[in-house]
């Protein structure tokens, strides 16, 4: 299996509560590492533009509002099988489905304020990475 990245976020519910450490020391012993990260706060359009996919559906609205609330921290992972293996890590969407141990159980406050983002397949991962990240950004 090659090396491979991924795009994560930490959402703010999570950085609200001081979570960001706790976060990447559940990614980091995971065996993915965090080779870019920068804490911002999203406009009303990116968030629009990240969650595009969404857009029709009902919460879309309340997503947008949620990821500009606070600061969030965008990250770039890279490891083997990075894509699958941070989505191990997060756990289900809704933090009661959620298996033991993964951040969603451990932090997640619901099904929207779910404290992180992971890319879902490797290509849509390298559209997220480009739309917050220049590759001098990025090193691994
Ligand atoms: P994931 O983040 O696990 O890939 P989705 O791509 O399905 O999940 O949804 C994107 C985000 O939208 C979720 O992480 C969550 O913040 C929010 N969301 C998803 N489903 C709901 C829902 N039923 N009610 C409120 N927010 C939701
Ligand atoms: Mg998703």
């Known amino acids: ?11 703010p519910d999570a950085t609200e509560r001081n979570l960001t450490g706790a976060i990447n020391a559940l990614i980091e012993k995971a065996g993915l590492r965090i080779v870019a990260q920068k804490r911002i706060r999203m406009t009303r359009e990116q968030a629009g533009t990240f969650y595009a996919v969404h857009k029709a559906r009902p919460f879309f609205g309340e997503l947008v509002d949620f990821m500009i609330s606070a600061p969030v921290v965008v990250q770039v ?55 917050f990240f220049s590759g001098n950004e990025i090193v691994g």
């Not at 989505?87 to 298996?99: E, H, I, N």
């Open 1 to 11: 299996m090659a090396i491979e990245r991924t795009f994560s976020i930490i959402k």
């Open 77 to 131: 992972l890279e490891g083997e099988n990075a894509v699958l293996k941070h989505r191990d890590v997060m756990g289900a969407t809704d933090p009661s489905k959620a298996a033991d141990g993964t951040i969603r159980k451990l932090h997640a406050k619901s099904i929207g304020e779910n404290s992180v983002h992971g890319s879902d397949a490797a290509e849509t991962a390298a559209i997220e990475i480009a739309q």
